[in-house]
């Protein structure tokens, strides 16, 4: 008896441990592979591990080395048709999880101005509008 995708999802999540589908996670405790995610993609549902064990990625920095640069770029060079294949690919999920930057680093370079090796400015102004009332008190 087949189940739907939706079905086939759930029990994949549940089987791999992670918060939901699309969704990579660390296996610190796994002997070869770094990282899981449940991926889906339409009604197709795979659960893939990518990443070498114990070898970090490589995300922009500010101040990185030309070494860093460098070997950011040869691993996309090198697996540049399995990345291009999409979600379904572990290689696609490695350059997104290990090799780009994540949400924190997204957020420096929102406050930067857009620029990675600035310095960014963060700052703490609200623009919140007065509320008002109505005659009879309500908001």
């Known amino acids: 008896m087949a189940g739907s995708a939706s079905d086939k999802a759930k029990a994949a999540v549940k089987r791999a441990g ?37 070898v970090s990625g490589s995300p922009p920095k500010k ?28 290689a696609w999920w490695a350059a997104k999880t290990k090799w780009t930057i994540g949400p924190i680093g997204a957020i420096m370079i929102l406050f930067s101005g857009g620029d990675l090796h600035a310095e960014p400015q963060l700052f703490c102004s609200y623009n919140v509008p007065a509320v008002q009332s109505n005659s009879d008190g309500a908001w």
Do not use: C, Y
Request: proline share 5%.
């Open 63 to 90: 101040g990185e080395s030309e070494a860093a640069k460098k070997r950011r770029s040869s691993f996309k060079a090198r697996h540049a048709k399995n990345i291009a294949k999409g979600k379904m690919s572990a």
């Open 18 to 54: 992670v918060a939901g589908v699309n969704k990579p996670k660390r296996t610190p405790s796994h002997p070869t592979k770094s990282h899981v995610v449940v991926a889906k993609e339409g009604d197709k549902v795979k659960t893939i591990r990518f990443g070498q064990q114990g």
